[in-house]
RNA sequence: GGGCGAUUAGCUCAGUUGGUUAGAGUACUUGCUUGACAUGCAAGGGGUCACUGGUUCGAGUCCGGUAUCGCCCACCA
């Protein structure tokens, strides 16, 4: 076996390579045809035009651990990767490259500027999936999906064509939330509501008939020119009178009604709300009910139409303020306030939304909605942690019809034509060549669909449908989604109704959702705070294993994590413990044969092998709930504290020959074990180290990743755990002493040891070579009995033995006073705690059995203590 | 306006059916070139678990309220 090990971890010396050989052979990759129960993960597919961000690496890190241990488990395992073709974003990124071609999208037409997108993606696309091996995410390439590959395009087809023969797709004439920047319509959910200062501006409208006016209040005082009435609530005493009466709009002298309607809150502004239906949704809605007008004043490009009189042809804002200026040299503006309100802007390039009227596509959402909620109510679906469940059900509960048409070029075409003669609507699987009607020539509606249309088919249009392939079969529904919270909406509840519309059962069993990765400070990481982290660098420094482990460890299901670099250098640490705890090991294996005869097993070698079995159930049933962070604490805290810190420092001597040859030889498969099945627990979180690590230990077993997960093996007799305990404590109690009373590191200390019973006493006796080796302590003397205690000494009481470091000269008494001090202190504490609580009687009489006993030991141990402890500062007191 | 989360050691966080003495990492103090590791070893200091009321034999954990911070949703112009 090559041992050549550095003595610190490079984390580039194997990565890459081994990856390429996990890929290369296949092991990622897994079929259909399979006896074994499926486990699948549907990977979100990051948009064609990204690059890996934290948020990235933590949802894959986390899928991937997932995989990785039901793939050990014996799982038929699936991830499915692929990326997303973006609408909006992608087409930007070439609308920027042409334009410093010096042209512009329309110029090149809308077949030719497809092309160059397509050019753009096969050229860049992959960025991310690159990025995604360097990750180390164990997804199936084999099976890699883009959402405007050939079968996604026809999954997206078939459903829309079923969803518009039943009525569920819809066009229309409605009001739509416009991005005058992005020029196209988005869906409610990609409007962001910012809080914003503006205006509350109370604007006097004349009466036509009589003298006087009616106040109305608005924030946007530019939409006034397209008002066609003046509303009030029908109850309002103050202007009940004045229903059904005329006003007239100062500038424009246009003639409008005052109607009523409970839609309007009296106690907001004047109570009299202006009603411009081309341009607000409550003011559309209300108009549907008056059959109101619709007056335009406002265009795609957020400048005023020639309905706008002598504002046309002006920016809204510009417009804004001129209007304002207007009314108030003529005596319309009353008054200005300050106002706070929720403004509308796009998600992509943070322009103010404006709602217009506009013909549209539109997804029916009622019918979809309600068995997708039914599906949570009766637990089909679950959601981890539960209390998403309730944001996810909340949304679909107020849930308006999803508008789904964009007016991009980069999409999925809408498949539906239109005839030039009859205007008839022609909507079919395939592409129609003149009308069905009247035969005659036509024209596709020229739009594309929203792409979040197309990812909410995505658990199963890539697993074949709408062809009933093997896939389909086997890997539908899939085991779990893991997602940000921040996605719920417009991915996770979409993915439920359509897979529930189409293939009439859920798309996933559960859905994980985790927190956001923010910066050291808290906050979002973004590009305009600058304080966004690279993984790619991260790796580059500290390695995939690292980030990794990092990012699982301390978190919490659903909760936010920040990112501090001292964190990632622990991990760091960490790994290079691993690495040279098995260093350490490998030196120690050269010659170990694991098919040798095992001898028997000493103390530390039973407790670690108790120890590992519980560290093998805890971390299983961890990952069975998705508490990965506390899995990962308890690998590290087993791998540090007990396996390096005690075990193997416990086996060296064994393992330098210096005991017997059969003991040697048992050290060495006791840790072979252990390390073996420690690095089978890791591996899911840090897979480059671990497979490494494998490779070296003796045996040719094949990849890690295709090994199977250690199976819990119960051990009844928890004895040897007892017995170290006390092994332990002597231990720590003379390591205290030699540091409290400054002896010098190279000196051995004497000891005495009194052990209290025939248990302690064996258990000592046989392992007394463990306090040698750990508190550098020799010679140790063992009694039974012990009719005066040792003076000038440092003493250590533990449950069952008292230790004695004669300390002839080096002993400062007040040091030792102050030791004992603080140890009856604190014992007195829990003493009294203790008492109180067994004096209680309700507590001896409602407490579980096991509860009485366990409190009952310990008063026994503390009282032992305490006597011991007790009698001796007497006697250094009197001294 | 509604909903959710957080509040535990100087800092960052665990603590998931209520039950040993509330833990870790980091920082800090002291001592160590100990035949894997100074990215290390040993020892140590540091917490009225935000506040408040309740349920319980027993509460960091469950329930009610308050405060501060953060996030999400929302068509009062």
Redesign the pocket.
Known sequence: MKNELN???DPKQVERKWYELWEDGGYFHQSPRSDKEPFCIVMPPPNVTGSLHLGHALDNTLQDILIRFRRMQGYNTLWLPGTDHAGIATQARVEEQIAQEGLNKYELGREKFLERVWDWKNEYGNTITRQLRLLGASCDWQRERFTMDDGCSKAVREVFVRLFKKGLIYRGNYIVNWCPKCQTTIS??EV??K?SKGN?YHIKYPFKDREGFIVV????PETMLGDTAVAVHPEDERYKELIGKTVILPILNREIPIIADS????????????ITPAH???DY?MALRHDLPHVVVINKDAVMTVEAGPYKGMDRYECRKKLVADLAQKDFLLNIQEHE??LGQCYRCDTVIEPLVSPQWFVKMKPLAAPAMEAAHKGDVRFVPE?FT??YL??LE?I?DWCISRQLWWGHRIPVWYCDSCGKEICSMEDPDNCSECGGSLTQDPDVLDTWFSSALWPFSTLGWPEETADLQHFYPTSVLVTGR?II?FWVARMLFMGIEFQKQVPFYHVFIHGLV?D?L?R?MSKSLGNGVDPIEVIDKYGADTLRFMLVT?????????F?Y??L??T??F???IW??S??AL?NLHDYDPKGELGSLALADQWILVRLQEVINKVTECLD?Y?L??AA?SI??FT??EL??WY??LI??RL?G?VSEESRKTAQAVLYSTLSRTMQLLHPFMPFITEEIWRHLPGDRGSIMLSDWPRFKEVKDKAPVVKMRLLMEII?GI??I???M?VP?GKKAEAIIFLKSEEADKAVKDNLEYIEILADAYPIKLVRELAKKPDKAAAVVVYGAEVYVPLEGLIDINVEIKRME?ELA?IEK?LN??KS?LQ?E??L????KE?VE?EQQ?QKELYAKYEVLKERMARLIEE
């Open positions: 003595s610190k971890y409610d959910i962001e509501h809080d509350l209040a608005t924030t946007r839609y309007v809150d009296p106690a907001f502004g004047s109570g009299a709300v202006k607000d949704p409550n809605e309100y929720a209390r309730k944001v909340n949304w107020n308006r921040d909406f923010l050291s808290g979002k301390g978190n919490t299901p659903g909760n936010d994590l920040r501090h001292e964190k250098e622990g760091r640490n790994a290079n413990k040279n705890a260093r350490f030196m709930k508490e962070g506390e604490r590290y805290e540090w504290n390096c810190d193997i420092e060296k001597p330098y210096k720590k390591r205290n030699r540091n409290e400054n590191p603080k604190t829990d705690l203790v609580k209680n309700k507590f009489r409602k407490a579980p509860v366990k310990k």
